[in-house]
């Protein structure tokens, strides 16, 4: 009876961490930076009001616009993505290229090879979007909602008002790493199993005899 609850005890143990180490989500993907766009992209001037317009998309915009850099990145350079996603929902890590990913982070998931983070100050509002396939291939964004800023460059009273910037990536090499499997845990049981089997055989002889 002793050794039955052991058994029981020692496979409770050993199925519990292999559904924590299930739980958590390990991506480690790198990245080539394709490069950014803005979209809904004007740029105005006080007097006078529109003075160019690309209502559909503005791609890799020269230097001369002004246009804030969403990511310092520069084009076709390799970056890591590395995250660590919770199951429900938590980003506990996240790292793009060296910057920190988890500002701001209100929900995140992986469902198959797709990821999908939202950010925003409140569960409202969102103000930013990384999303896309882990895949090598795959296409991945990372959206950000921009207020007006002025352009010093064209003087005081010119600004600029876009909808959208977006960093786009191509997924270079790399697949997400699936949850760590639980070693220890299972060596565990397997142990346990054989010194059990090994002590029933000796009860059995010993009873034979």
Known sequence: MRLARFIVTLFTLSTGSIASAAS????????????????????????????LDHSDELTNPPVELGLP???PFTLNEKIGFTAT????????????????????????????????IAYGPDDDTDNGRLFGGLLTGDLLYF???QQPLPFLEFGPDYFARWTVQRAFFTVAEGMPQPAPV????????????CAAMGMMRRRQNGIAA
């Open 24 to 51: 958590v989500q390990n991506i480690d993907v790198q990245l080539n930076f394709d490069g950014r766009s803005y979209f809904d992209f004007e740029l105005v001037e006080t007097a006078t009001g529109v003075v």
């Open 69 to 71: 850099q969403l990511f």
């Open 85 to 116: 996603i919770e199951e429900t929902g938590g980003l506990t890590s996240c790292n793009l290229g060296g910057i920190d990913c988890t500002l701001n982070a209100k929900t995140a998931s992986v469902i198959g090879n797709e990821i999908d």
């Open 143 to 145: 959206d950000f909602l």
């Open 182 to 193: 639980p070693l220890p845990a299972s060596a565990l049981l397997l142990g346990a199993a």
